[in-house]
């Protein structure tokens, strides 16, 4: 449930070529036209459309055409993630998981949010105190909110509180994931939160992975809608259903792209760096200086945060990019596309120091009315200075 980067698989299990319908479906819709689907009546859209806002949010989907035939066939489909309380929220699990809950909502999905306190508290962030990690809870609710999060299909679900009104249920489905594991397996998951098999890991944190495996399950996920960090513990989930007697439907995995840091060479964003990504609660004058100061070398697209903001961040929330020049740079010019922001980009059309202008604007644009809230909500004020205060821990 920490935001770590890992994109490796860590199971048997080998993703089959997708259904030739599903793979047609999947490839007949641009970016462009996902942002359209988004504003259309849920009852208008189609199966095919369905779909493809759904495959949209993720860039593995396991299986394509088990969530074909889930949209098809099942009523009430069940997405969840899990979130670590652990401190200030970047913009990636801020607007873009925004946008990922908004497209399967929008679909009839419902989003169950597991505000995983236990687990913050197993992983000793906050010093494992209890309290402070349910406070920073509260808080990444009301960011979520603040900044245009459809609620109407999201429930919040308190992992300490659920667990504890339901204890039989949940701890028989560990012991039984336990049980039908060995200890190398668990130890190849424990990046799921941020170390490595290699770390010193306590008794707890060796426990974690069976625990969110069993999540999945407890609260009856079809989709586990996480970033690739945690693709190895949903995978495992998988193979635990093959073990069961009778057999578990096996949950889809759509996993969305783990966006990087804006310093040179880091892989993933970091909480404890401030330099490291953009808050969601930065004034305007910190996304400034930010954006100024982040890796984007001229004319090079791989590896570079501020193309990967436009890419994952302002272009679907905003649908465009806007950039200022002076005629003599080529003059104003609007970007709908990445394809197009990218061929100019490489081709030197378009210089960092006209793209960072323009891609601080508009994340200041997007992040304007979570700053509104939490100044003009006394509340949700005292909640942000109280988080504020307390260290951030790994």
Same mark, same amino acid.
């Given at each position: ?78 997405? %969840? ?126 426990? %974690? ?85 982040? %890796? ?93 205060? %307390?260290?951030?821990?790994?």
């Amino acid at each position: 449930m920490a935001d770590q980067q890992d994109g490796t698989a860590a199971s048997s299990e080998q993703p089959p070529q997708a259904p030739a319908a599903a793979d047609a479906v999947a490839q007949q819709f641009s970016m462009l036209q996902i942002t359209e689907l988004l504003k259309k009546p849920e009852t208008e859209l189609t199966l095919e459309e369905k779909f493809a806002l759904c495959r949209s949010v993720g860039e593995e989907c396991i299986q394509e055409g088990e969530l074909l035939r889930m949209l098809e066939k099942k009523p009430n489909i069940v997405a %969840y993630d899990g979130f670590e309380p652990s401190g200030r929220m970047h913009i990636a699990q801020g607007v873009l998981k925004a946008l990922n809950v908004n497209k399967l909502t929008k679909c009839g999905v419902t989003f169950k949010f597991w505000v995983a306190d236990w687990f913050a508290q197993l992983n000793n962030k906050m010093g494992g105190d209890l309290k402070k990690i349910q406070v920073v809870g509260r808080y990444l609710v009301e960011i979520w909110k603040a900044v245009g999060m459809n609620m109407e299909r999201v429930e919040f679900l308190s992992a300490s509180e659920e667990i504890n009104k339901r204890p039989d249920e949940y701890w028989t489905l560990v012991m039984d994931i336990a049980r039908k594991n060995n200890l190398k397996r668990i130890m190849r998951c424990t990046q799921i939160m941020g170390r490595s098999e290699n770390d010193e890991l306590s008794a707890a944190q060796i426990f %974690y992975p069976v625990m969110q495996a069993a999540d999945i399950f407890f609260l009856k996920a079809d989709i586990c809608q996480l970033g690739m960090d945690q693709r190895k513990v949903n995978m495992l989930a998988r193979e635990y259903c093959d073990d069961c007697k009778p057999k578990r439907l096996k949950p889809v995995i759509l996993s969305h792209a783990m966006m990087p840091g804006l310093l040179e060479g880091q892989e993933k964003m970091s909480k404890s760096d401030p330099n490291s990504a953009v808050f969601m609660e930065d004034t305007e004058q910190e996304v400034k200086t930010k954006i100024k100061k982040a %890796y984007c070398p001229p004319q090079q697209v791989a590896c570079n945060p501020c193309l990967s903001y436009a890419q994952h961040i302002v272009l679907p929330w905003c649908e465009k990019l806007e950039v200022e020049r002076a005629e003599a740079n080529g003059g104003n010019k609007a970007y709908t596309t990445f394809e197009e922001l990218c061929a100019d980009y490489e081709s030197g059309a378009l210089h960092p120091a006209d793209l960072k202008p323009a891609l601080a604007k508009h994340l200041n644009a997007i992040l304007q009315p979570v700053r509104d809230h939490f100044e003009n909500n006394a509340e949700a004020k005292a909640l942000l200075k109280q988080v504020k205060s %307390y260290k951030i821990t790994k």
